[in-house]
């Protein structure tokens, strides 16, 4: 166990936790857009930096979410150089995403109402954290997605922008989303996953009970083709009707 | 026919064999086949030469001909040297070759004709490469010999010492030595961070793990930057020995990576024949020279992303994925490539190595200054008479690179800024000119080392859009995983656009300055932690050009042509310079002694007869300045 201090108090903490890890337990608030317990930090967004001092004397800004506590560490979440770069990431972003509620909240949060910079893309909802990306590759497995271009061109993408042979169609990546910037909607026996540049078909199969479509059909095959053992009879019917 | 070295010993040996099966008599023609030199014919030349030779019966005894590396002086390629005399030809073509082997190869006759001379001094003519200005104040450590070997020949290489640093620390010196003395040498790295080497090797040496890596750097991809390119191109071995002490140093290590950008045909090919012919010899591979060491070493070429030469990135490109950067709280030396212990130098450093055991600890620590010991090598291009490669002791002064080996603005124009390394350092400005050059002295002014780029601007420059330039290049080759740097960038760029074309306001300066302490303190790497200092330090330093873009919407250097127009002084003589010069016939000619007239309409304000002018009769004005 080893002590780490928190905005003035110490906290005990388990070597090699995060910042984040180690504040979220204490109930101190840390805003963020790119983690997700699911998933690998990747320290995007850059919207959860604190500033540190180490026991050797190192002081500069980190991501909570990805630097490892040490001993003697002392963390500050909220002083006036943590809060500059929060509100310039939060203008930012609004910029970056002029649709997005989310962003809008957290920006508010840090008394950031409007952005100066200029809009280059109106109704855009995705800040590019990549949480979609590494849940479909870390936990579906599937890679379905990804991320395509340098820079400002970067964007979230199925390969060569039309072949989504890959996805099945399972959602993930709508349900990870912070900002909604990818939707579905299950209807007529189809299920529709729209993101930012493409929008993608799914035929759904029906419960042999109540009838309600419930599960894509690809999902379905790569269940099976992925447990040995599983049979289709599993998939007749749904959660509701299985009891 | 190579016969495999299977002890230490044996490569004195075949070293004294190489130099005794080669006649002193023999003149060597060597010519600069660096990319330089190549691009303006030094293929074709030495072509030539090889007809030449053979057509005037110039046998192999009397006369050799050697392709070597960058000679360094690209401004005057395809450049000729002919030892033992060191006679120095520039602009060689291929129709000067026949008389060079009549003449000079046979006759012993120097031609005064190739010779270079001193800019405005025509008639003192220079003879040998030590004569000249450009060359006689630098110190020539790691390029010294670029201009001797055929980068391709290894005996070239053995003949002048080569691998006798690694056969002296193989049976001479423990690992732990080796990083001692490297530590105590004070090389720093020539990447651009300036981190000591030493301490490097001896991080990843006290990390846990049996399997390490050493990585060298040659993704070189700062605009106007070329020297790792010319020391991979010229002397490949040199590099490869680099990293064979490394990597004994390091320990555990077995495998080593070279990540050359695949648009250095060149360093690669040179790279790849390195390491087959080391291989052949026994220097590389199983059980290097039978002392039980082994190194394999591998190419990887990188796409050209300005991004993969950070180390993390440049590492994931090596695993196959993404090149994109990752935090390093935890660092490569103890968690790199693979997950690995990684040793990662560029290639200059590299290069430094088997210097510093060639020639000694106390030699190399008496080049440079307190903090930056040894010799830099820099690209100076740019508003400079002299453009190419320079190496010259670590604190010298910023004049004496530009002004004395540079030779200065060319055209009369005026000195107005020097930017240092690359894209992520900084402008400096006349003031700074006495300046010393090294690791510390730079950061401390607003710029940085970097990889050693120097772009020399003048009074045509400006300095906003040369900060839109080099914004608008991280623009482009930002990874765009973090938001300070993809985001952060894109408005910098804006703001920067507006002040060029006169939309910008007062406090957007303000706006500005604080964007990019945001987007240095706030991006996930060095690209974005840097990108900034071209804006903060012409801000620093060239304030009032901003400010009078804003206000006067004036732009005194003729470049932002939404803000200017040009006119025609009453001095103008009618020299029809500019005439000449202008694409779009802007310009009618009214006779001798007269001024010319500029038609306002058909001006593209492209600045072509202000570049020619030199008789001060042209104007910058603000389009809305209503004389």
Known sequence: ?243 | MITRLNATQELEGLRQQILASRNQDTLRITVCCGTGCIAQGAKKVVEAFKRELSAQNVNAEVAELKETGCHGFCEQGPIVVIRPQDIFYKKVQVEDVPKIVARTIINGEVMERLLYSVPGNKKEKCTQESQIPFYAKQERVVFKNNAYIDPTSIEDYIAVGGYASLVKVLTTLQSQQVIDTIIDSGLRGRGGGGFPTGWKWQSSKDAAGDIKFVVCNCDEGDPGAFMDRSIMEGNPHLVLEGMLIAAYAVGNVSEAYIYIRNEYPYALKHAYKAIEDAKAYGLLGDNILSTGFNLDIKICRGGGAFVCGESTALMASIEGKVGEPRAKYVHTSEKGLWGRPTVLNNVETLANVPVIFEKGVEWYKSIGTEGSKGTKVFALVGKVNNTGLVEVPMGISLREVIMDIGGGVPNKKQFKAVQTGGPSGGCLPESKLDLAVDFDELTKNGSMMGSGAMVVMDERNCMVDTARYFIEFLEEESCGKCTPCREGLRAIRNILMDICSGKAELEDIDRLEKLCLAVTEGSLCQLGGTAANPVLSSLKYFRSEYEEHITNKYCRAGVCKDLIAFYIKDNCPGCVLCYKACPTWAIIYNGKGVPVTLIQDKCTKCGACLDVCNLDALEVRSVYDNR
């Not at chain 1, 050797?56 to 560490?73: H, M, R, S, W, Y």
């Not at chain 1, 100066?116 to 995705?126: A, F, T, V």
């Open chain 1, 1 to 243: 166990m080893i002590t780490v201090n928190i905005n003035g108090k110490d906290y005990s903490a388990e070597k090699d936790e995060t910042v984040l890890a180690v504040a979220k337990r204490n109930f101190i608030y840390i805003p963020t857009f790119c983690h997700n317990e699911a998933v690998a930090d990747y320290g995007s967004c850059r919207i959860c930096m604190v500033e540190i001092w180490t026991k050797k004397g190192k002081n500069k800004l980190v991501t909570a979410c990805l630097f490892p506590v040490e001993d003697g560490l002392k963390v500050e979440t909220n002083n006036e150089r943590v809060l500059f770069i929060r509100k310039n990431i939060a203008e930012l972003l609004l910029a970056k995403c002029p649709a997005s509620a989310e962003v809008a909240e957290i920006a508010a949060q840090l008394g950031v109402y409007e952005t100066k910079y200029r809009i280059e893309k109106d109704g855009n909802k995705c800040i590019l954290c990549a949480l979609c990306t590494r849940v479909c590759d870390e936990v579906v497995g599937r890679k379905a997605i990804s991320l395509v271009n340098r820079g400002i061109n970067r964007e979230v993408a199925i390969p060569f922008y039309d072949n989504a042979a890959a996805c099945i169609a399972c959602g993930s990546c709508v349900y990870i989303c912070p900002t909604n910037a990818i939707t579905m909607t299950d209807k007529d026996g189809i299920r529709t996953i729209t993101m930012p540049n493409c929008e993608m078909k799914f035929a759904l199969r029906k419960c042999n009970s109540c009838g309600r479509e419930w599960i894509p059909e690809k999902q379905v095959k790569y269940f099976l083709s992925s447990a040995p053992g599983l049979t289709i009879e599993e998939f007749d019917l749904c959660q509701s009707c299985r009891k």
